[in-house]
């Protein structure tokens, strides 16, 4: 349980449900408070660090933009085998363009030097960040100082900070410094550097270049104060303007700074004009009117995309805390991914995993279903990277890198990497969904079947029929999603993923193949697809291996796993990856695994398993797993609550709501777990409501816990919006917009539509 976890951090229980607030700073703590306080848009993320520098607490600035990295030395190998990966990737630091200062008499007003009645809030219904302090110098002045910062969401490229010092008990001289760091050399961070810059008289536009990459980045950024005494200090580290006003005591002196960025990621000639160009042009609609309009598209978006919990204000705190950085980390431009730590930090460096299309997806496409075409089309836009991939590994077709930023591998982890083939499937998987939900067959026939047929052709000669399990098709050497396994032969998961794959792959050809035979064949001599293939993959699937252990009444996880050394779960650590702990040739045969893996299929592919099934596997799996992974914990909220789990099922839900908030894993401070805040939803939505989506349609079984007086959300199913309504007793399903559907509740069958706009369960 997370116990003394809840205790740790009393301070921030100030936070109201709809904002988080920050009124104590702990110094030690500032790392993973830059995370918790990151905004971001999808396009760019800043780290929530103060506006002012403080040189004795560590630097934990970052800003990125998403698609810009670096590439790391290349990997030394001792022996160099086949398709190894070769070099590791980072999204990039950009130029730090936040810092601003205010000093009296010389002193800076700074957390080190004693800042008071400091409080910050990071305001889900705003979506800005607004911060006030008060400083007394040691000559005795008081300044009162308010900061508003605001990542837009409307305008992707560009953010702004407003910052307002009023003397308190004194008229006289103070000294504001507005400074860009022009390239950030934080440790464990990749930089860059100076290509070119110009300046103006309200501020400056700075080309980066990233070193092995050749990635360029630009940022303009515009400043808005009182100039008369401001002097402005260039160097090559740093641009500084330096104001010196003179203030009435009670009178406010506001410095604004708009900030830009384009880069190559960007399809435009000229990117420092495109960034001058966006900077002058907030700096001309000015503050207040892009806070409006902020607020306004975050109100607009949680109409549908709010979770409304009644009963618990630290429960629905964590969630809309959840819901938030989901939101900000969605890409919606240049067809990019999400990293597993988004745009907030440098853990995994920036590089996406299946944590989009398993765990982020969900939230997406269930409240604002178009925004996932540009999630899958960056699977598309790096496809023949996977082609290169499979083809590196002796493979045909496609294979998607386990972890990268622009298709290449770069894990040298290759046994709990590159063997989790899985990710081919797991896309497979979510195109299935998008295309089920918004039936978008320009996306499935343009794009999505020239996915699915690559990857499926990869995974039908991966696998073989062995002779020594009657000719059934298996798949060797993988790993699965419990990453403390590795090399094992016939991982149920994968191997039930790419059944239904194969199987979707087929249906998809069989689809296009009456409705737009033109664009099949297209497709066809793009992939090669031929007869002999087709039937490969209907026979992989019909005989795909996978073995039911009728004494334990479980799936096997693997051929082993249920032959592993058992082992004494009390002497291993909870929640945190123990592969450091133990040489691999220890942990491969022990019984013990990282995240939810059979659990997880239970779910994914919840209608092959009847609920008694489920009970079992959870029984057997989940005394043995130590949540190593942050994916683990909401999977198994989610199956608890499904077999009657109920109070295991709400602290398995807590543990997921509260990971970064509390910092449980503690290497927040390298990011928020992004995947881990979709599995927030996911407890919510498919947990504690139920809700399944299976080709024959979509379920809920309603069972809220004990601490919740109710739950409202939104789903958006097939063009329709739903509004659901759960109390203790009752739940409410009523239409908001478009026809209607059929769904299934408490094992019942319903309608909603116009005439019947409201069902009572
Ligand atoms: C998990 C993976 C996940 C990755 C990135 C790992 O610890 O085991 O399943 O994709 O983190 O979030």
Redesign the pocket.
């Known amino acids: 349980g997370l116990g003394d976890v809840y205790k740790r951090q009393e301070y921030m229980m100030n936070s109201m449900n709809d904002r988080y607030i920050e009124t104590e700073i702990n110094a030690d703590d500032s790392g993973h408070i830059a995370s918790v306080f990151a905004l971001g848009n999808g396009y760019l993320g800043m780290r929530g660090t103060y506006d002012e520098d403080d040189e004795k607490l560590p630097d934990e600035s970052g800003m990125y933009i998403n698609g810009i990295f670096e590439t790391a030395e290349p990997y030394k190998y001792y022996c160099l085998c086949r398709g190894l990966a070769k070099c590791d990737q980072y999204t990039v630091n950009l130029p730090d363009w936040r810092i601003i200062e205010v000093y009296i008499d010389g002193e800076k007003a700074c957390i080190s030097n004693g800042l008071k009645n400091h409080k910050r809030v990071l305001d889900f219904k705003k979506g800005c960040i607004e911060r006030t302090f008060d400083f007394t110098s040691k000559t005795g002045k008081t300044i009162k100082v308010k900061s508003t910062r605001i990542v837009n969401m409307e305008r992707v490229h560009s953010a702004q900070i407003r910052y307002e010092v009023t003397p308190i008990d004194f008229s006289g001289e103070i000294e504001i410094k507005a400074a860009i760091v022009k390239n950030t050399w934080i440790y464990g961070t990749y930089p860059t550097y100076t290509e070119s810059e110009i300046t103006d008289k309200n501020g400056i536009v700075l080309v980066s270049k990233t070193k092995n990459t050749g990635m360029r980045a630009a940022c303009a950024v515009l400043h808005k104060a009182d100039d008369s005494q401001c002097e402005v200090v260039n160097t090559d580290e740093r641009y500084e303007r330096v104001y010196k006003v003179c203030v009435e005591q009670g009178k406010t002196f506001t410095l604004e700074k708009y900030a830009s960025f384009y880069s190559d990621v960007d399809n435009v000639d000229n990117m420092s004009e495109e960034a001058r160009a966006e900077a002058a042009n907030i700096c001309q609609i000015g503050f207040d009117n892009l806070q409006s309009e902020q607020e306004k598209f975050w109100e607009n978006y949680w109409k549908i995309g709010d979770v409304e919990i009644e009963g618990n204000d630290e429960d629905q705190m964590a969630v809309r805390f959840s819901l938030f950085h989901l939101r900000q980390q969605l890409a919606t431009v240049n067809d990019m991914s999400i990293g597993?730590t988004g745009l907030t930090g440098q853990n995994?460096s920036g590089k996406v995993?299946?944590?989009t299309e398993m765990y982020l997806m969900p939230y997406y496409i269930f409240t604002d279903p178009q925004t996932c075409k540009g999630l899958l089309m960056y699977r598309y836009r790096i496809l023949d990277k996977a082609r290169e991939r499979a083809e590196q590994l002796g493979g045909v077709g496609a294979l998607y890198s386990w972890?990268s930023i622009d298709g290449e591998e770069t894990s040298v982890v290759y046994e709990?990497s590159t063997a989790e083939y899985h990710i081919n499937s797991d896309i497979a998987y979510a195109i299935w969904r998008y295309y089920d939900l918004t039936g978008d067959r320009d996306f499935v026939y343009n794009y999505g079947a020239e996915i699915l047929f690559e990857t499926a052709k990869y995974m039908a000669h991966r696998g073989c029929f062995v002779d020594g399990y009657g000719g059934r098709f298996c798949i060797n050497a993988v790993c699965g999603?419990d990453?403390y396994a590795c090399g094992v032969n016939n991982n149920c998961y994968t191997n039930l993923m790419v059944r239904f794959h194969l199987n979707y792959a087929l249906r998809i050809y069989n689809e296009m193949l009456e409705n737009d035979k033109a664009k099949l064949d297209e497709v066809i001599a793009k992939t090669g697809i031929d007869k002999e293939e087709l039937a490969l993959w209907k026979k992989a699937s019909d005989n795909m291996y996978y073995r039911v252990n009728k004494e334990l009444g479980i799936y096997e996880q693997d051929d082993c796993f249920v032959y592993n050394d058992p082992v004494d779960m009390d002497t291993l650590p909870r929640h945190s990856?123990i592969r450091t702990m133990f040489h691999p040739l220890d942990l491969w045969r022990m019984q013990v695994l990282?995240?939810a893996d059979v659990v997880l299929l239970t779910f994914v592919l919840g209608d092959l398993f009847t609920k008694e099934e489920k009970k079992r596997n959870y029984d057997y799996y989940e005394p043995k797993t130590n949540h190593?992974?942050?994916?683990s914990t909401a999977i198994h909220s989610i199956i608890a609550n499904e077999i009657g789990y109920y109070d295991q099922a709400y602290e398995y839900f807590r543990n997921s709501a509260f990971m970064d908030i509390y910092d449980v894993k503690k290497n927040t401070s390298g990011g928020l777990?992004i995947?881990c805040l979709g599995g927030v939803w996911m407890c919510v939505v498919n947990g504690f409501l139920g809700m399944r989506h299976y080709d024959k349609g979509i379920e809920f079984n309603v069972h809220l816990p004990k601490a919740w007086t109710s739950c409202k959300c939104h789903i958006n199913y097939k063009g329709s919006v739903i509004e659901i309504c759960a109390g203790q007793k009752e739940t409410v399903f009523s239409l908001v917009s478009g026809d209607g559907f059929s769904f299934n509740a408490n094992g019942k069958e319903y309608s909603i539509d116009k005439d019947n706009a409201e069902v009572h369960i």
């Open positions: 597993a995994y995993f299946w944590d972890c709990a999603p990453e990856d990282k995240q190593g992974s942050s994916l777990h995947a």
